[in-house]
């Protein structure tokens, strides 16, 4: 099912645009060209996002976003027209979940709605791969039905690596999304874990699970 965006702009062209090129992306959208009915549209909860203008007639975007705030955690990004700090820091107090400037680049809008979506969608609790259980709630790890103890960096590594399945991530990606920008630089850590969780792992079960794609790092497949 197709998202559904909301957006709250004054200036029909500017609305109409992001309308056109978000029909184009896939996604519902349904428009207000002012404060209040945009309010009024909101508050049904049908919209998954709601893109906002900050200067609106009728009732402000400002106001606009402390009034849905007030029952709803749907991402919000604001649309500033003023490259202006205070707005942007007053917006992201009040519960904004991003904001950009007119004019702005409609590939930014798009990443950014795309990222603010994918924020509100729920995590996969049990990830697996080749046979490999791993349960992010239980924070346990099992291969065909028999547990595996795994040190915490251990298990970061393999849910990280699980999390983006298919995807081949070097090893600088890993460093810095599972030891942190502190161990920038010390690549082979990644080497050494990657072989601790062959060992604990791929060894054991006889299994491939962590694949080595030379020259560029590492892979977790789904075995045929
Ligand atoms: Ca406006």
Do not use: C
Not at 57 to 69: C, F, K, N, T, Y
Not at 152 to 158: M, P, V
Not at 170 to 191: I, K, P, Q
Not at 217 to 222: L, N, T
């Amino acid at each position: 099912m197709s998202s559904k965006i909301l957006i709250i702009e004054d200036e029909e062209k500017i609305a109409r645009f992001v309308e056109l090129e978000l029909g184009y992306e896939g996604y519902t959208t349904t428009k207000a060209f002012d404060g209040r009915t945009g309010l009024e549209l909101a508050e049904t909860g049908e919209f998954d996002l709601i893109l906002l203008d900050v200067m609106l007639p009728q009732l402000s975007g400002m106001e606009v976003l402390r009034r849905i705030r007030r029952t709803s955690s749907v991402p919000i990004i604001m649309l500033t027209a003023r490259d202006s700090v205070v707005d942007k820091v007053f917006g992201l107090d009040s519960g904004a979940s991003d904001y950009i400037t007119k004019p702005f680049a409609i590939e930014e809008l798009l990443a950014r709605i795309r990222t603010a979506l994918r924020k509100t969608m729920p995590e996969d609790v049990v990830l697996s791969a080749s046979g490999l259980m791993l349960d992010t709630s239980r924070h346990t790890v099992s291969v065909k039905g028999t547990p595996i103890e795994l040190t915490k960096r251990e298990f970061d590594l393999l849910h990280f690596l699980l999390k983006n399945k298919g995807l081949v991530l070097s090893r600088e990606a890993l460093l810095e999304n599972v030891w942190g920008f502190d161990f920038a630089g010390e690549t082979n850590a990644v080497d050494v874990y990657v072989r601790f969780l062959r060992g604990k792992i791929d060894e054991v079960f006889d299994i491939k699970l962590i694949h080595t794609v030379r020259g560029v790092g590492y892979v977790i497949k789904d075995e045929p």
